[in-house]
């Protein structure tokens, strides 16, 4: 049974950073594409960041949120630097054992965690 528990979130002002996890069972991070989504309230979830062989980003987070695994711990990270309101939601882990270039899509994902709440404030 797969099971991905995302840890790590919560309320910080504009300009900080958060650190979040997923620790995953019953799969292992090293072999399934990891993947971050969000989703603020009255609009649709969206791709955040994955990793498979390499990573991958939305261009509203190039360059401030970087993804990473540590198989050892079978855990995903989400560092989340320069944080803005608009990076305000609900942050999902997911993973899928296929790779292909659709890897922004949610539906592509065969695995979720509950999420997380990252707030943002101005």
């Known amino acids: 049974q797969v099971q991905l528990v995302e840890s790590g979130g919560g309320l910080v002002q504009a300009g900080g950073s958060l650190r979040l996890s997923c620790a995953a069972s019953g799969l292992t991070v090293g072999s399934y594409a990891m993947g971050w989504f969000r989703q603020a309230p009255g609009k649709e979830r969206e791709f955040v960041a994955t990793?498979?062989?390499?990573?991958y980003y939305a261009d509203s987070v190039k360059g401030r949120f970087t993804i990473s695994r540590d198989n050892a711990k079978n855990t995903v990270y989400l560092q989340m630097n320069s944080l803005q309101p608009e990076d305000t939601a609900l942050y999902y882990c997911a993973a899928r054992l296929s790779w292909d270039s659709f890897y922004y899509t949610p539906k592509n994902y065969d695995y979720w965690g509950q999420g997380t709440q990252v707030t943002v404030s101005s």
């Open positions: 990793i498979r062989r390499g990573t």
